[in-house]
């Protein structure tokens, strides 16, 4: 059974950091993409990026681009999101996702979901 379990989030200032992480298990990640979304109260769940296993290759919504990072640990079947130059309007629920690489718009399948972690970035 596949278990993906996102941790990190808090209450961090405007222009701060914050990195969250992403713990998967159950399965060989190996030939699976894992991406993040977001959601802010009221508005629809948001892909933020996503990160190709086999390979790194990463992908990122034109509004992160620049200050969010996706990278990998292999060891620890773990992503990562470092989140620099943060926004009042990054607050948000941030959840981890995994299935494999696709055409869509994401491009990978969001066949496995993590809880959530909630961010909250202070003006």
């Known amino acids: 059974q596949v278990r993906l379990v996102e941790s990190g989030g808090g209450l961090v200032r405007t222009g701060g950091s914050l990195r969250l992480s992403c713990a998967a298990s159950?399965?060989?990640?190996?030939?699976?993409?894992m991406g993040w979304f977001r959601q802010a109260p009221g508005k629809e769940r948001e892909f933020v990026g996503r990160i190709i296993w086999s390979g790194g290759s990463t992908f990122y919504a034109d509004s992160v681009k620049g200050r969010f990072t996706i990278s990998k640990d292999n060891a620890k079947n773990t992503v990562y999101l470092q989140m620099n130059s943060l926004k009042p309007e990054d607050t948000a629920v941030y959840f981890c996702?995994?299935?494999?690489?696709?055409?869509?718009?994401?491009?990978?399948?969001?066949?496995?979901w993590g809880q959530g972690t909630q961010v909250t970035v202070s003006s």
């Open positions: 996702a995994a299935g494999y690489p696709d055409f869509s718009d994401y491009g990978f399948r969001t066949d496995y």
């Open positions: 159950g399965r060989t990640f190996s030939s699976y993409a």
